[in-house]
């Protein structure tokens, strides 16, 4: 199955990623001068309204992904609120910022270097099959900052993870112009700036990195064992996985690696279009009791069939749906995930 087939089939937007989204949007059209004729005194009006209108799409978005569960309605998303007021305040700020800046720059509008800012563009270099979307590039002379907004309320610092990404859109961006990055940086939903100064060589160590990393897996040459072997499983790697319900790494030990809940065995009864039994296989502590598994969508499952369920509420022998749960039929390779427990 090719990349872009996995990604349909089992990434799904949640209500925390569908909010990024918003905050997203609204930046981006900040950033490119969208609310350039507001004035100073509507502009959170014009703000509040333009986050509704997008939320408004990512809930219908939300819905068409995961029909036919039904997601909570957007007041009723976790920070939803907060969210909005957060981020409505930081955009607004940024706005405010920037024309009193540009104010005092009378005769000199254009922004500095020979490069306007980047803005929610994609960049890709062909010869090492890269591409990614960095949120905002600034550009002073011959160098750049790499930006990336973060809705999270408790960011402090740029993670492993999230500096090898932006290192990663720093070769991009160099690859493209020509010009040397001197740092990344991530925005808040508060504003505050998170930023480290990198070098050359911090990029070309990421690139080196990247290019290894893709060996790996092109030699693992589709095989479950080898690819198993590179993954590096964990409780906050896992938590947000697309593709943890058909992932052996997430079941290694015996039960869900993220400590939700969730249970692994085979359809033993159908009983009707929204509950059935599956005698469990993981997690270990309850194999070959039966469980009683309901508030799920049942019309494309058969008896005798070996299902993954993720995101549900267990209790002892019973597990309820909640609407994002996951349920995957194992099959083919992915009976490693029942053979390597």
């Known amino acids: 199955m090719a990349d872009n087939e996995l990604r349909q089939k089992f990434v799904k937007p949640n209500t925390f990623t569908s909010l990024g989204i918003v905050a997203h949007r609204i930046t981006e059209m900040a950033w490119s001068n969208d609310f350039d004729s507001v004035s100073d005194d509507e502009i959170e009006r014009a703000l509040f309204a333009a986050w509704d209108t997008e939320l408004a799409n990512q809930a219908s978005a939300l819905a068409r992904k995961w029909y036919p569960s039904v997601p909570p309605a957007s007041r009723d998303w976790p920070f939803a609120s907060v969210s909005r ?15 009193d800046r540009r104010g005092t720059q009378e005769g000199h509008p254009e922004l500095p270097g020979n490069f306007g800012p980047i803005v929610e563009r994609e960049i890709c270099d062909a010869d090492i099959n890269l591409c990614g979307t960095p949120d905002r590039v600034i550009f002073e002379g011959d160098s750049f900052t790499v930006f990336d907004l973060k809705t999270g309320s408790e960011i402090t610092d ?65 095989d479950p064992t080898k690819i198993l072997a590179l993954a590096k499983p964990g409780p906050e790697t896992c938590k947000w996985c697309s593709f943890r319900s058909v992932c052996s790494a997430y079941w290694s030990k015996g039960q869900p690696i993220d400590g939700n809940g969730g249970s692994l065995g085979q359809i033993v009864a159908i009983t009707s279009t929204n509950s059935m039994t ?44 909640q609407w994002n749960t996951q349920i995957e039929v194992i099959s083919g390779l992915n009976r490693a995930v029942v053979s390597q427990p």
Request: glycine share 8%; with cysteine.
């Open 158 to 222: 740029i993670s492993e993870p999230h500096r090898r990404q932006l290192l990663l859109y720093a070769h991009l961006v160099a690859s493209a112009t020509g010009c040397t990055p001197i740092s990344i940086a991530i925005v808040t939903s508060s504003g505050k700036i998170i930023e480290e100064v990198i070098s050359v060589h911090d990029v070309t160590v990421a690139i080196e990195q990247f290019l290894a990393h893709t060996h790996d897996f092109d030699n693992a040459d589709g």
């Open 278 to 321: 599956i005698r469990q296989i993981l997690p270990e502590s309850g194999s070959d009791q039966l469980v009683g598994v309901s508030n799920i969508q049942t019309g494309d499952l058969r008896l005798g069939e070996v299902v993954s369920i993720v995101g549900g509420f267990q209790r002892e022998s019973s597990l309820r749906g």
């Open 85 to 99: 007021q957060r981020n409505v305040r930081r955009v607004a700020g940024e706005i405010r910022n920037f024309r």
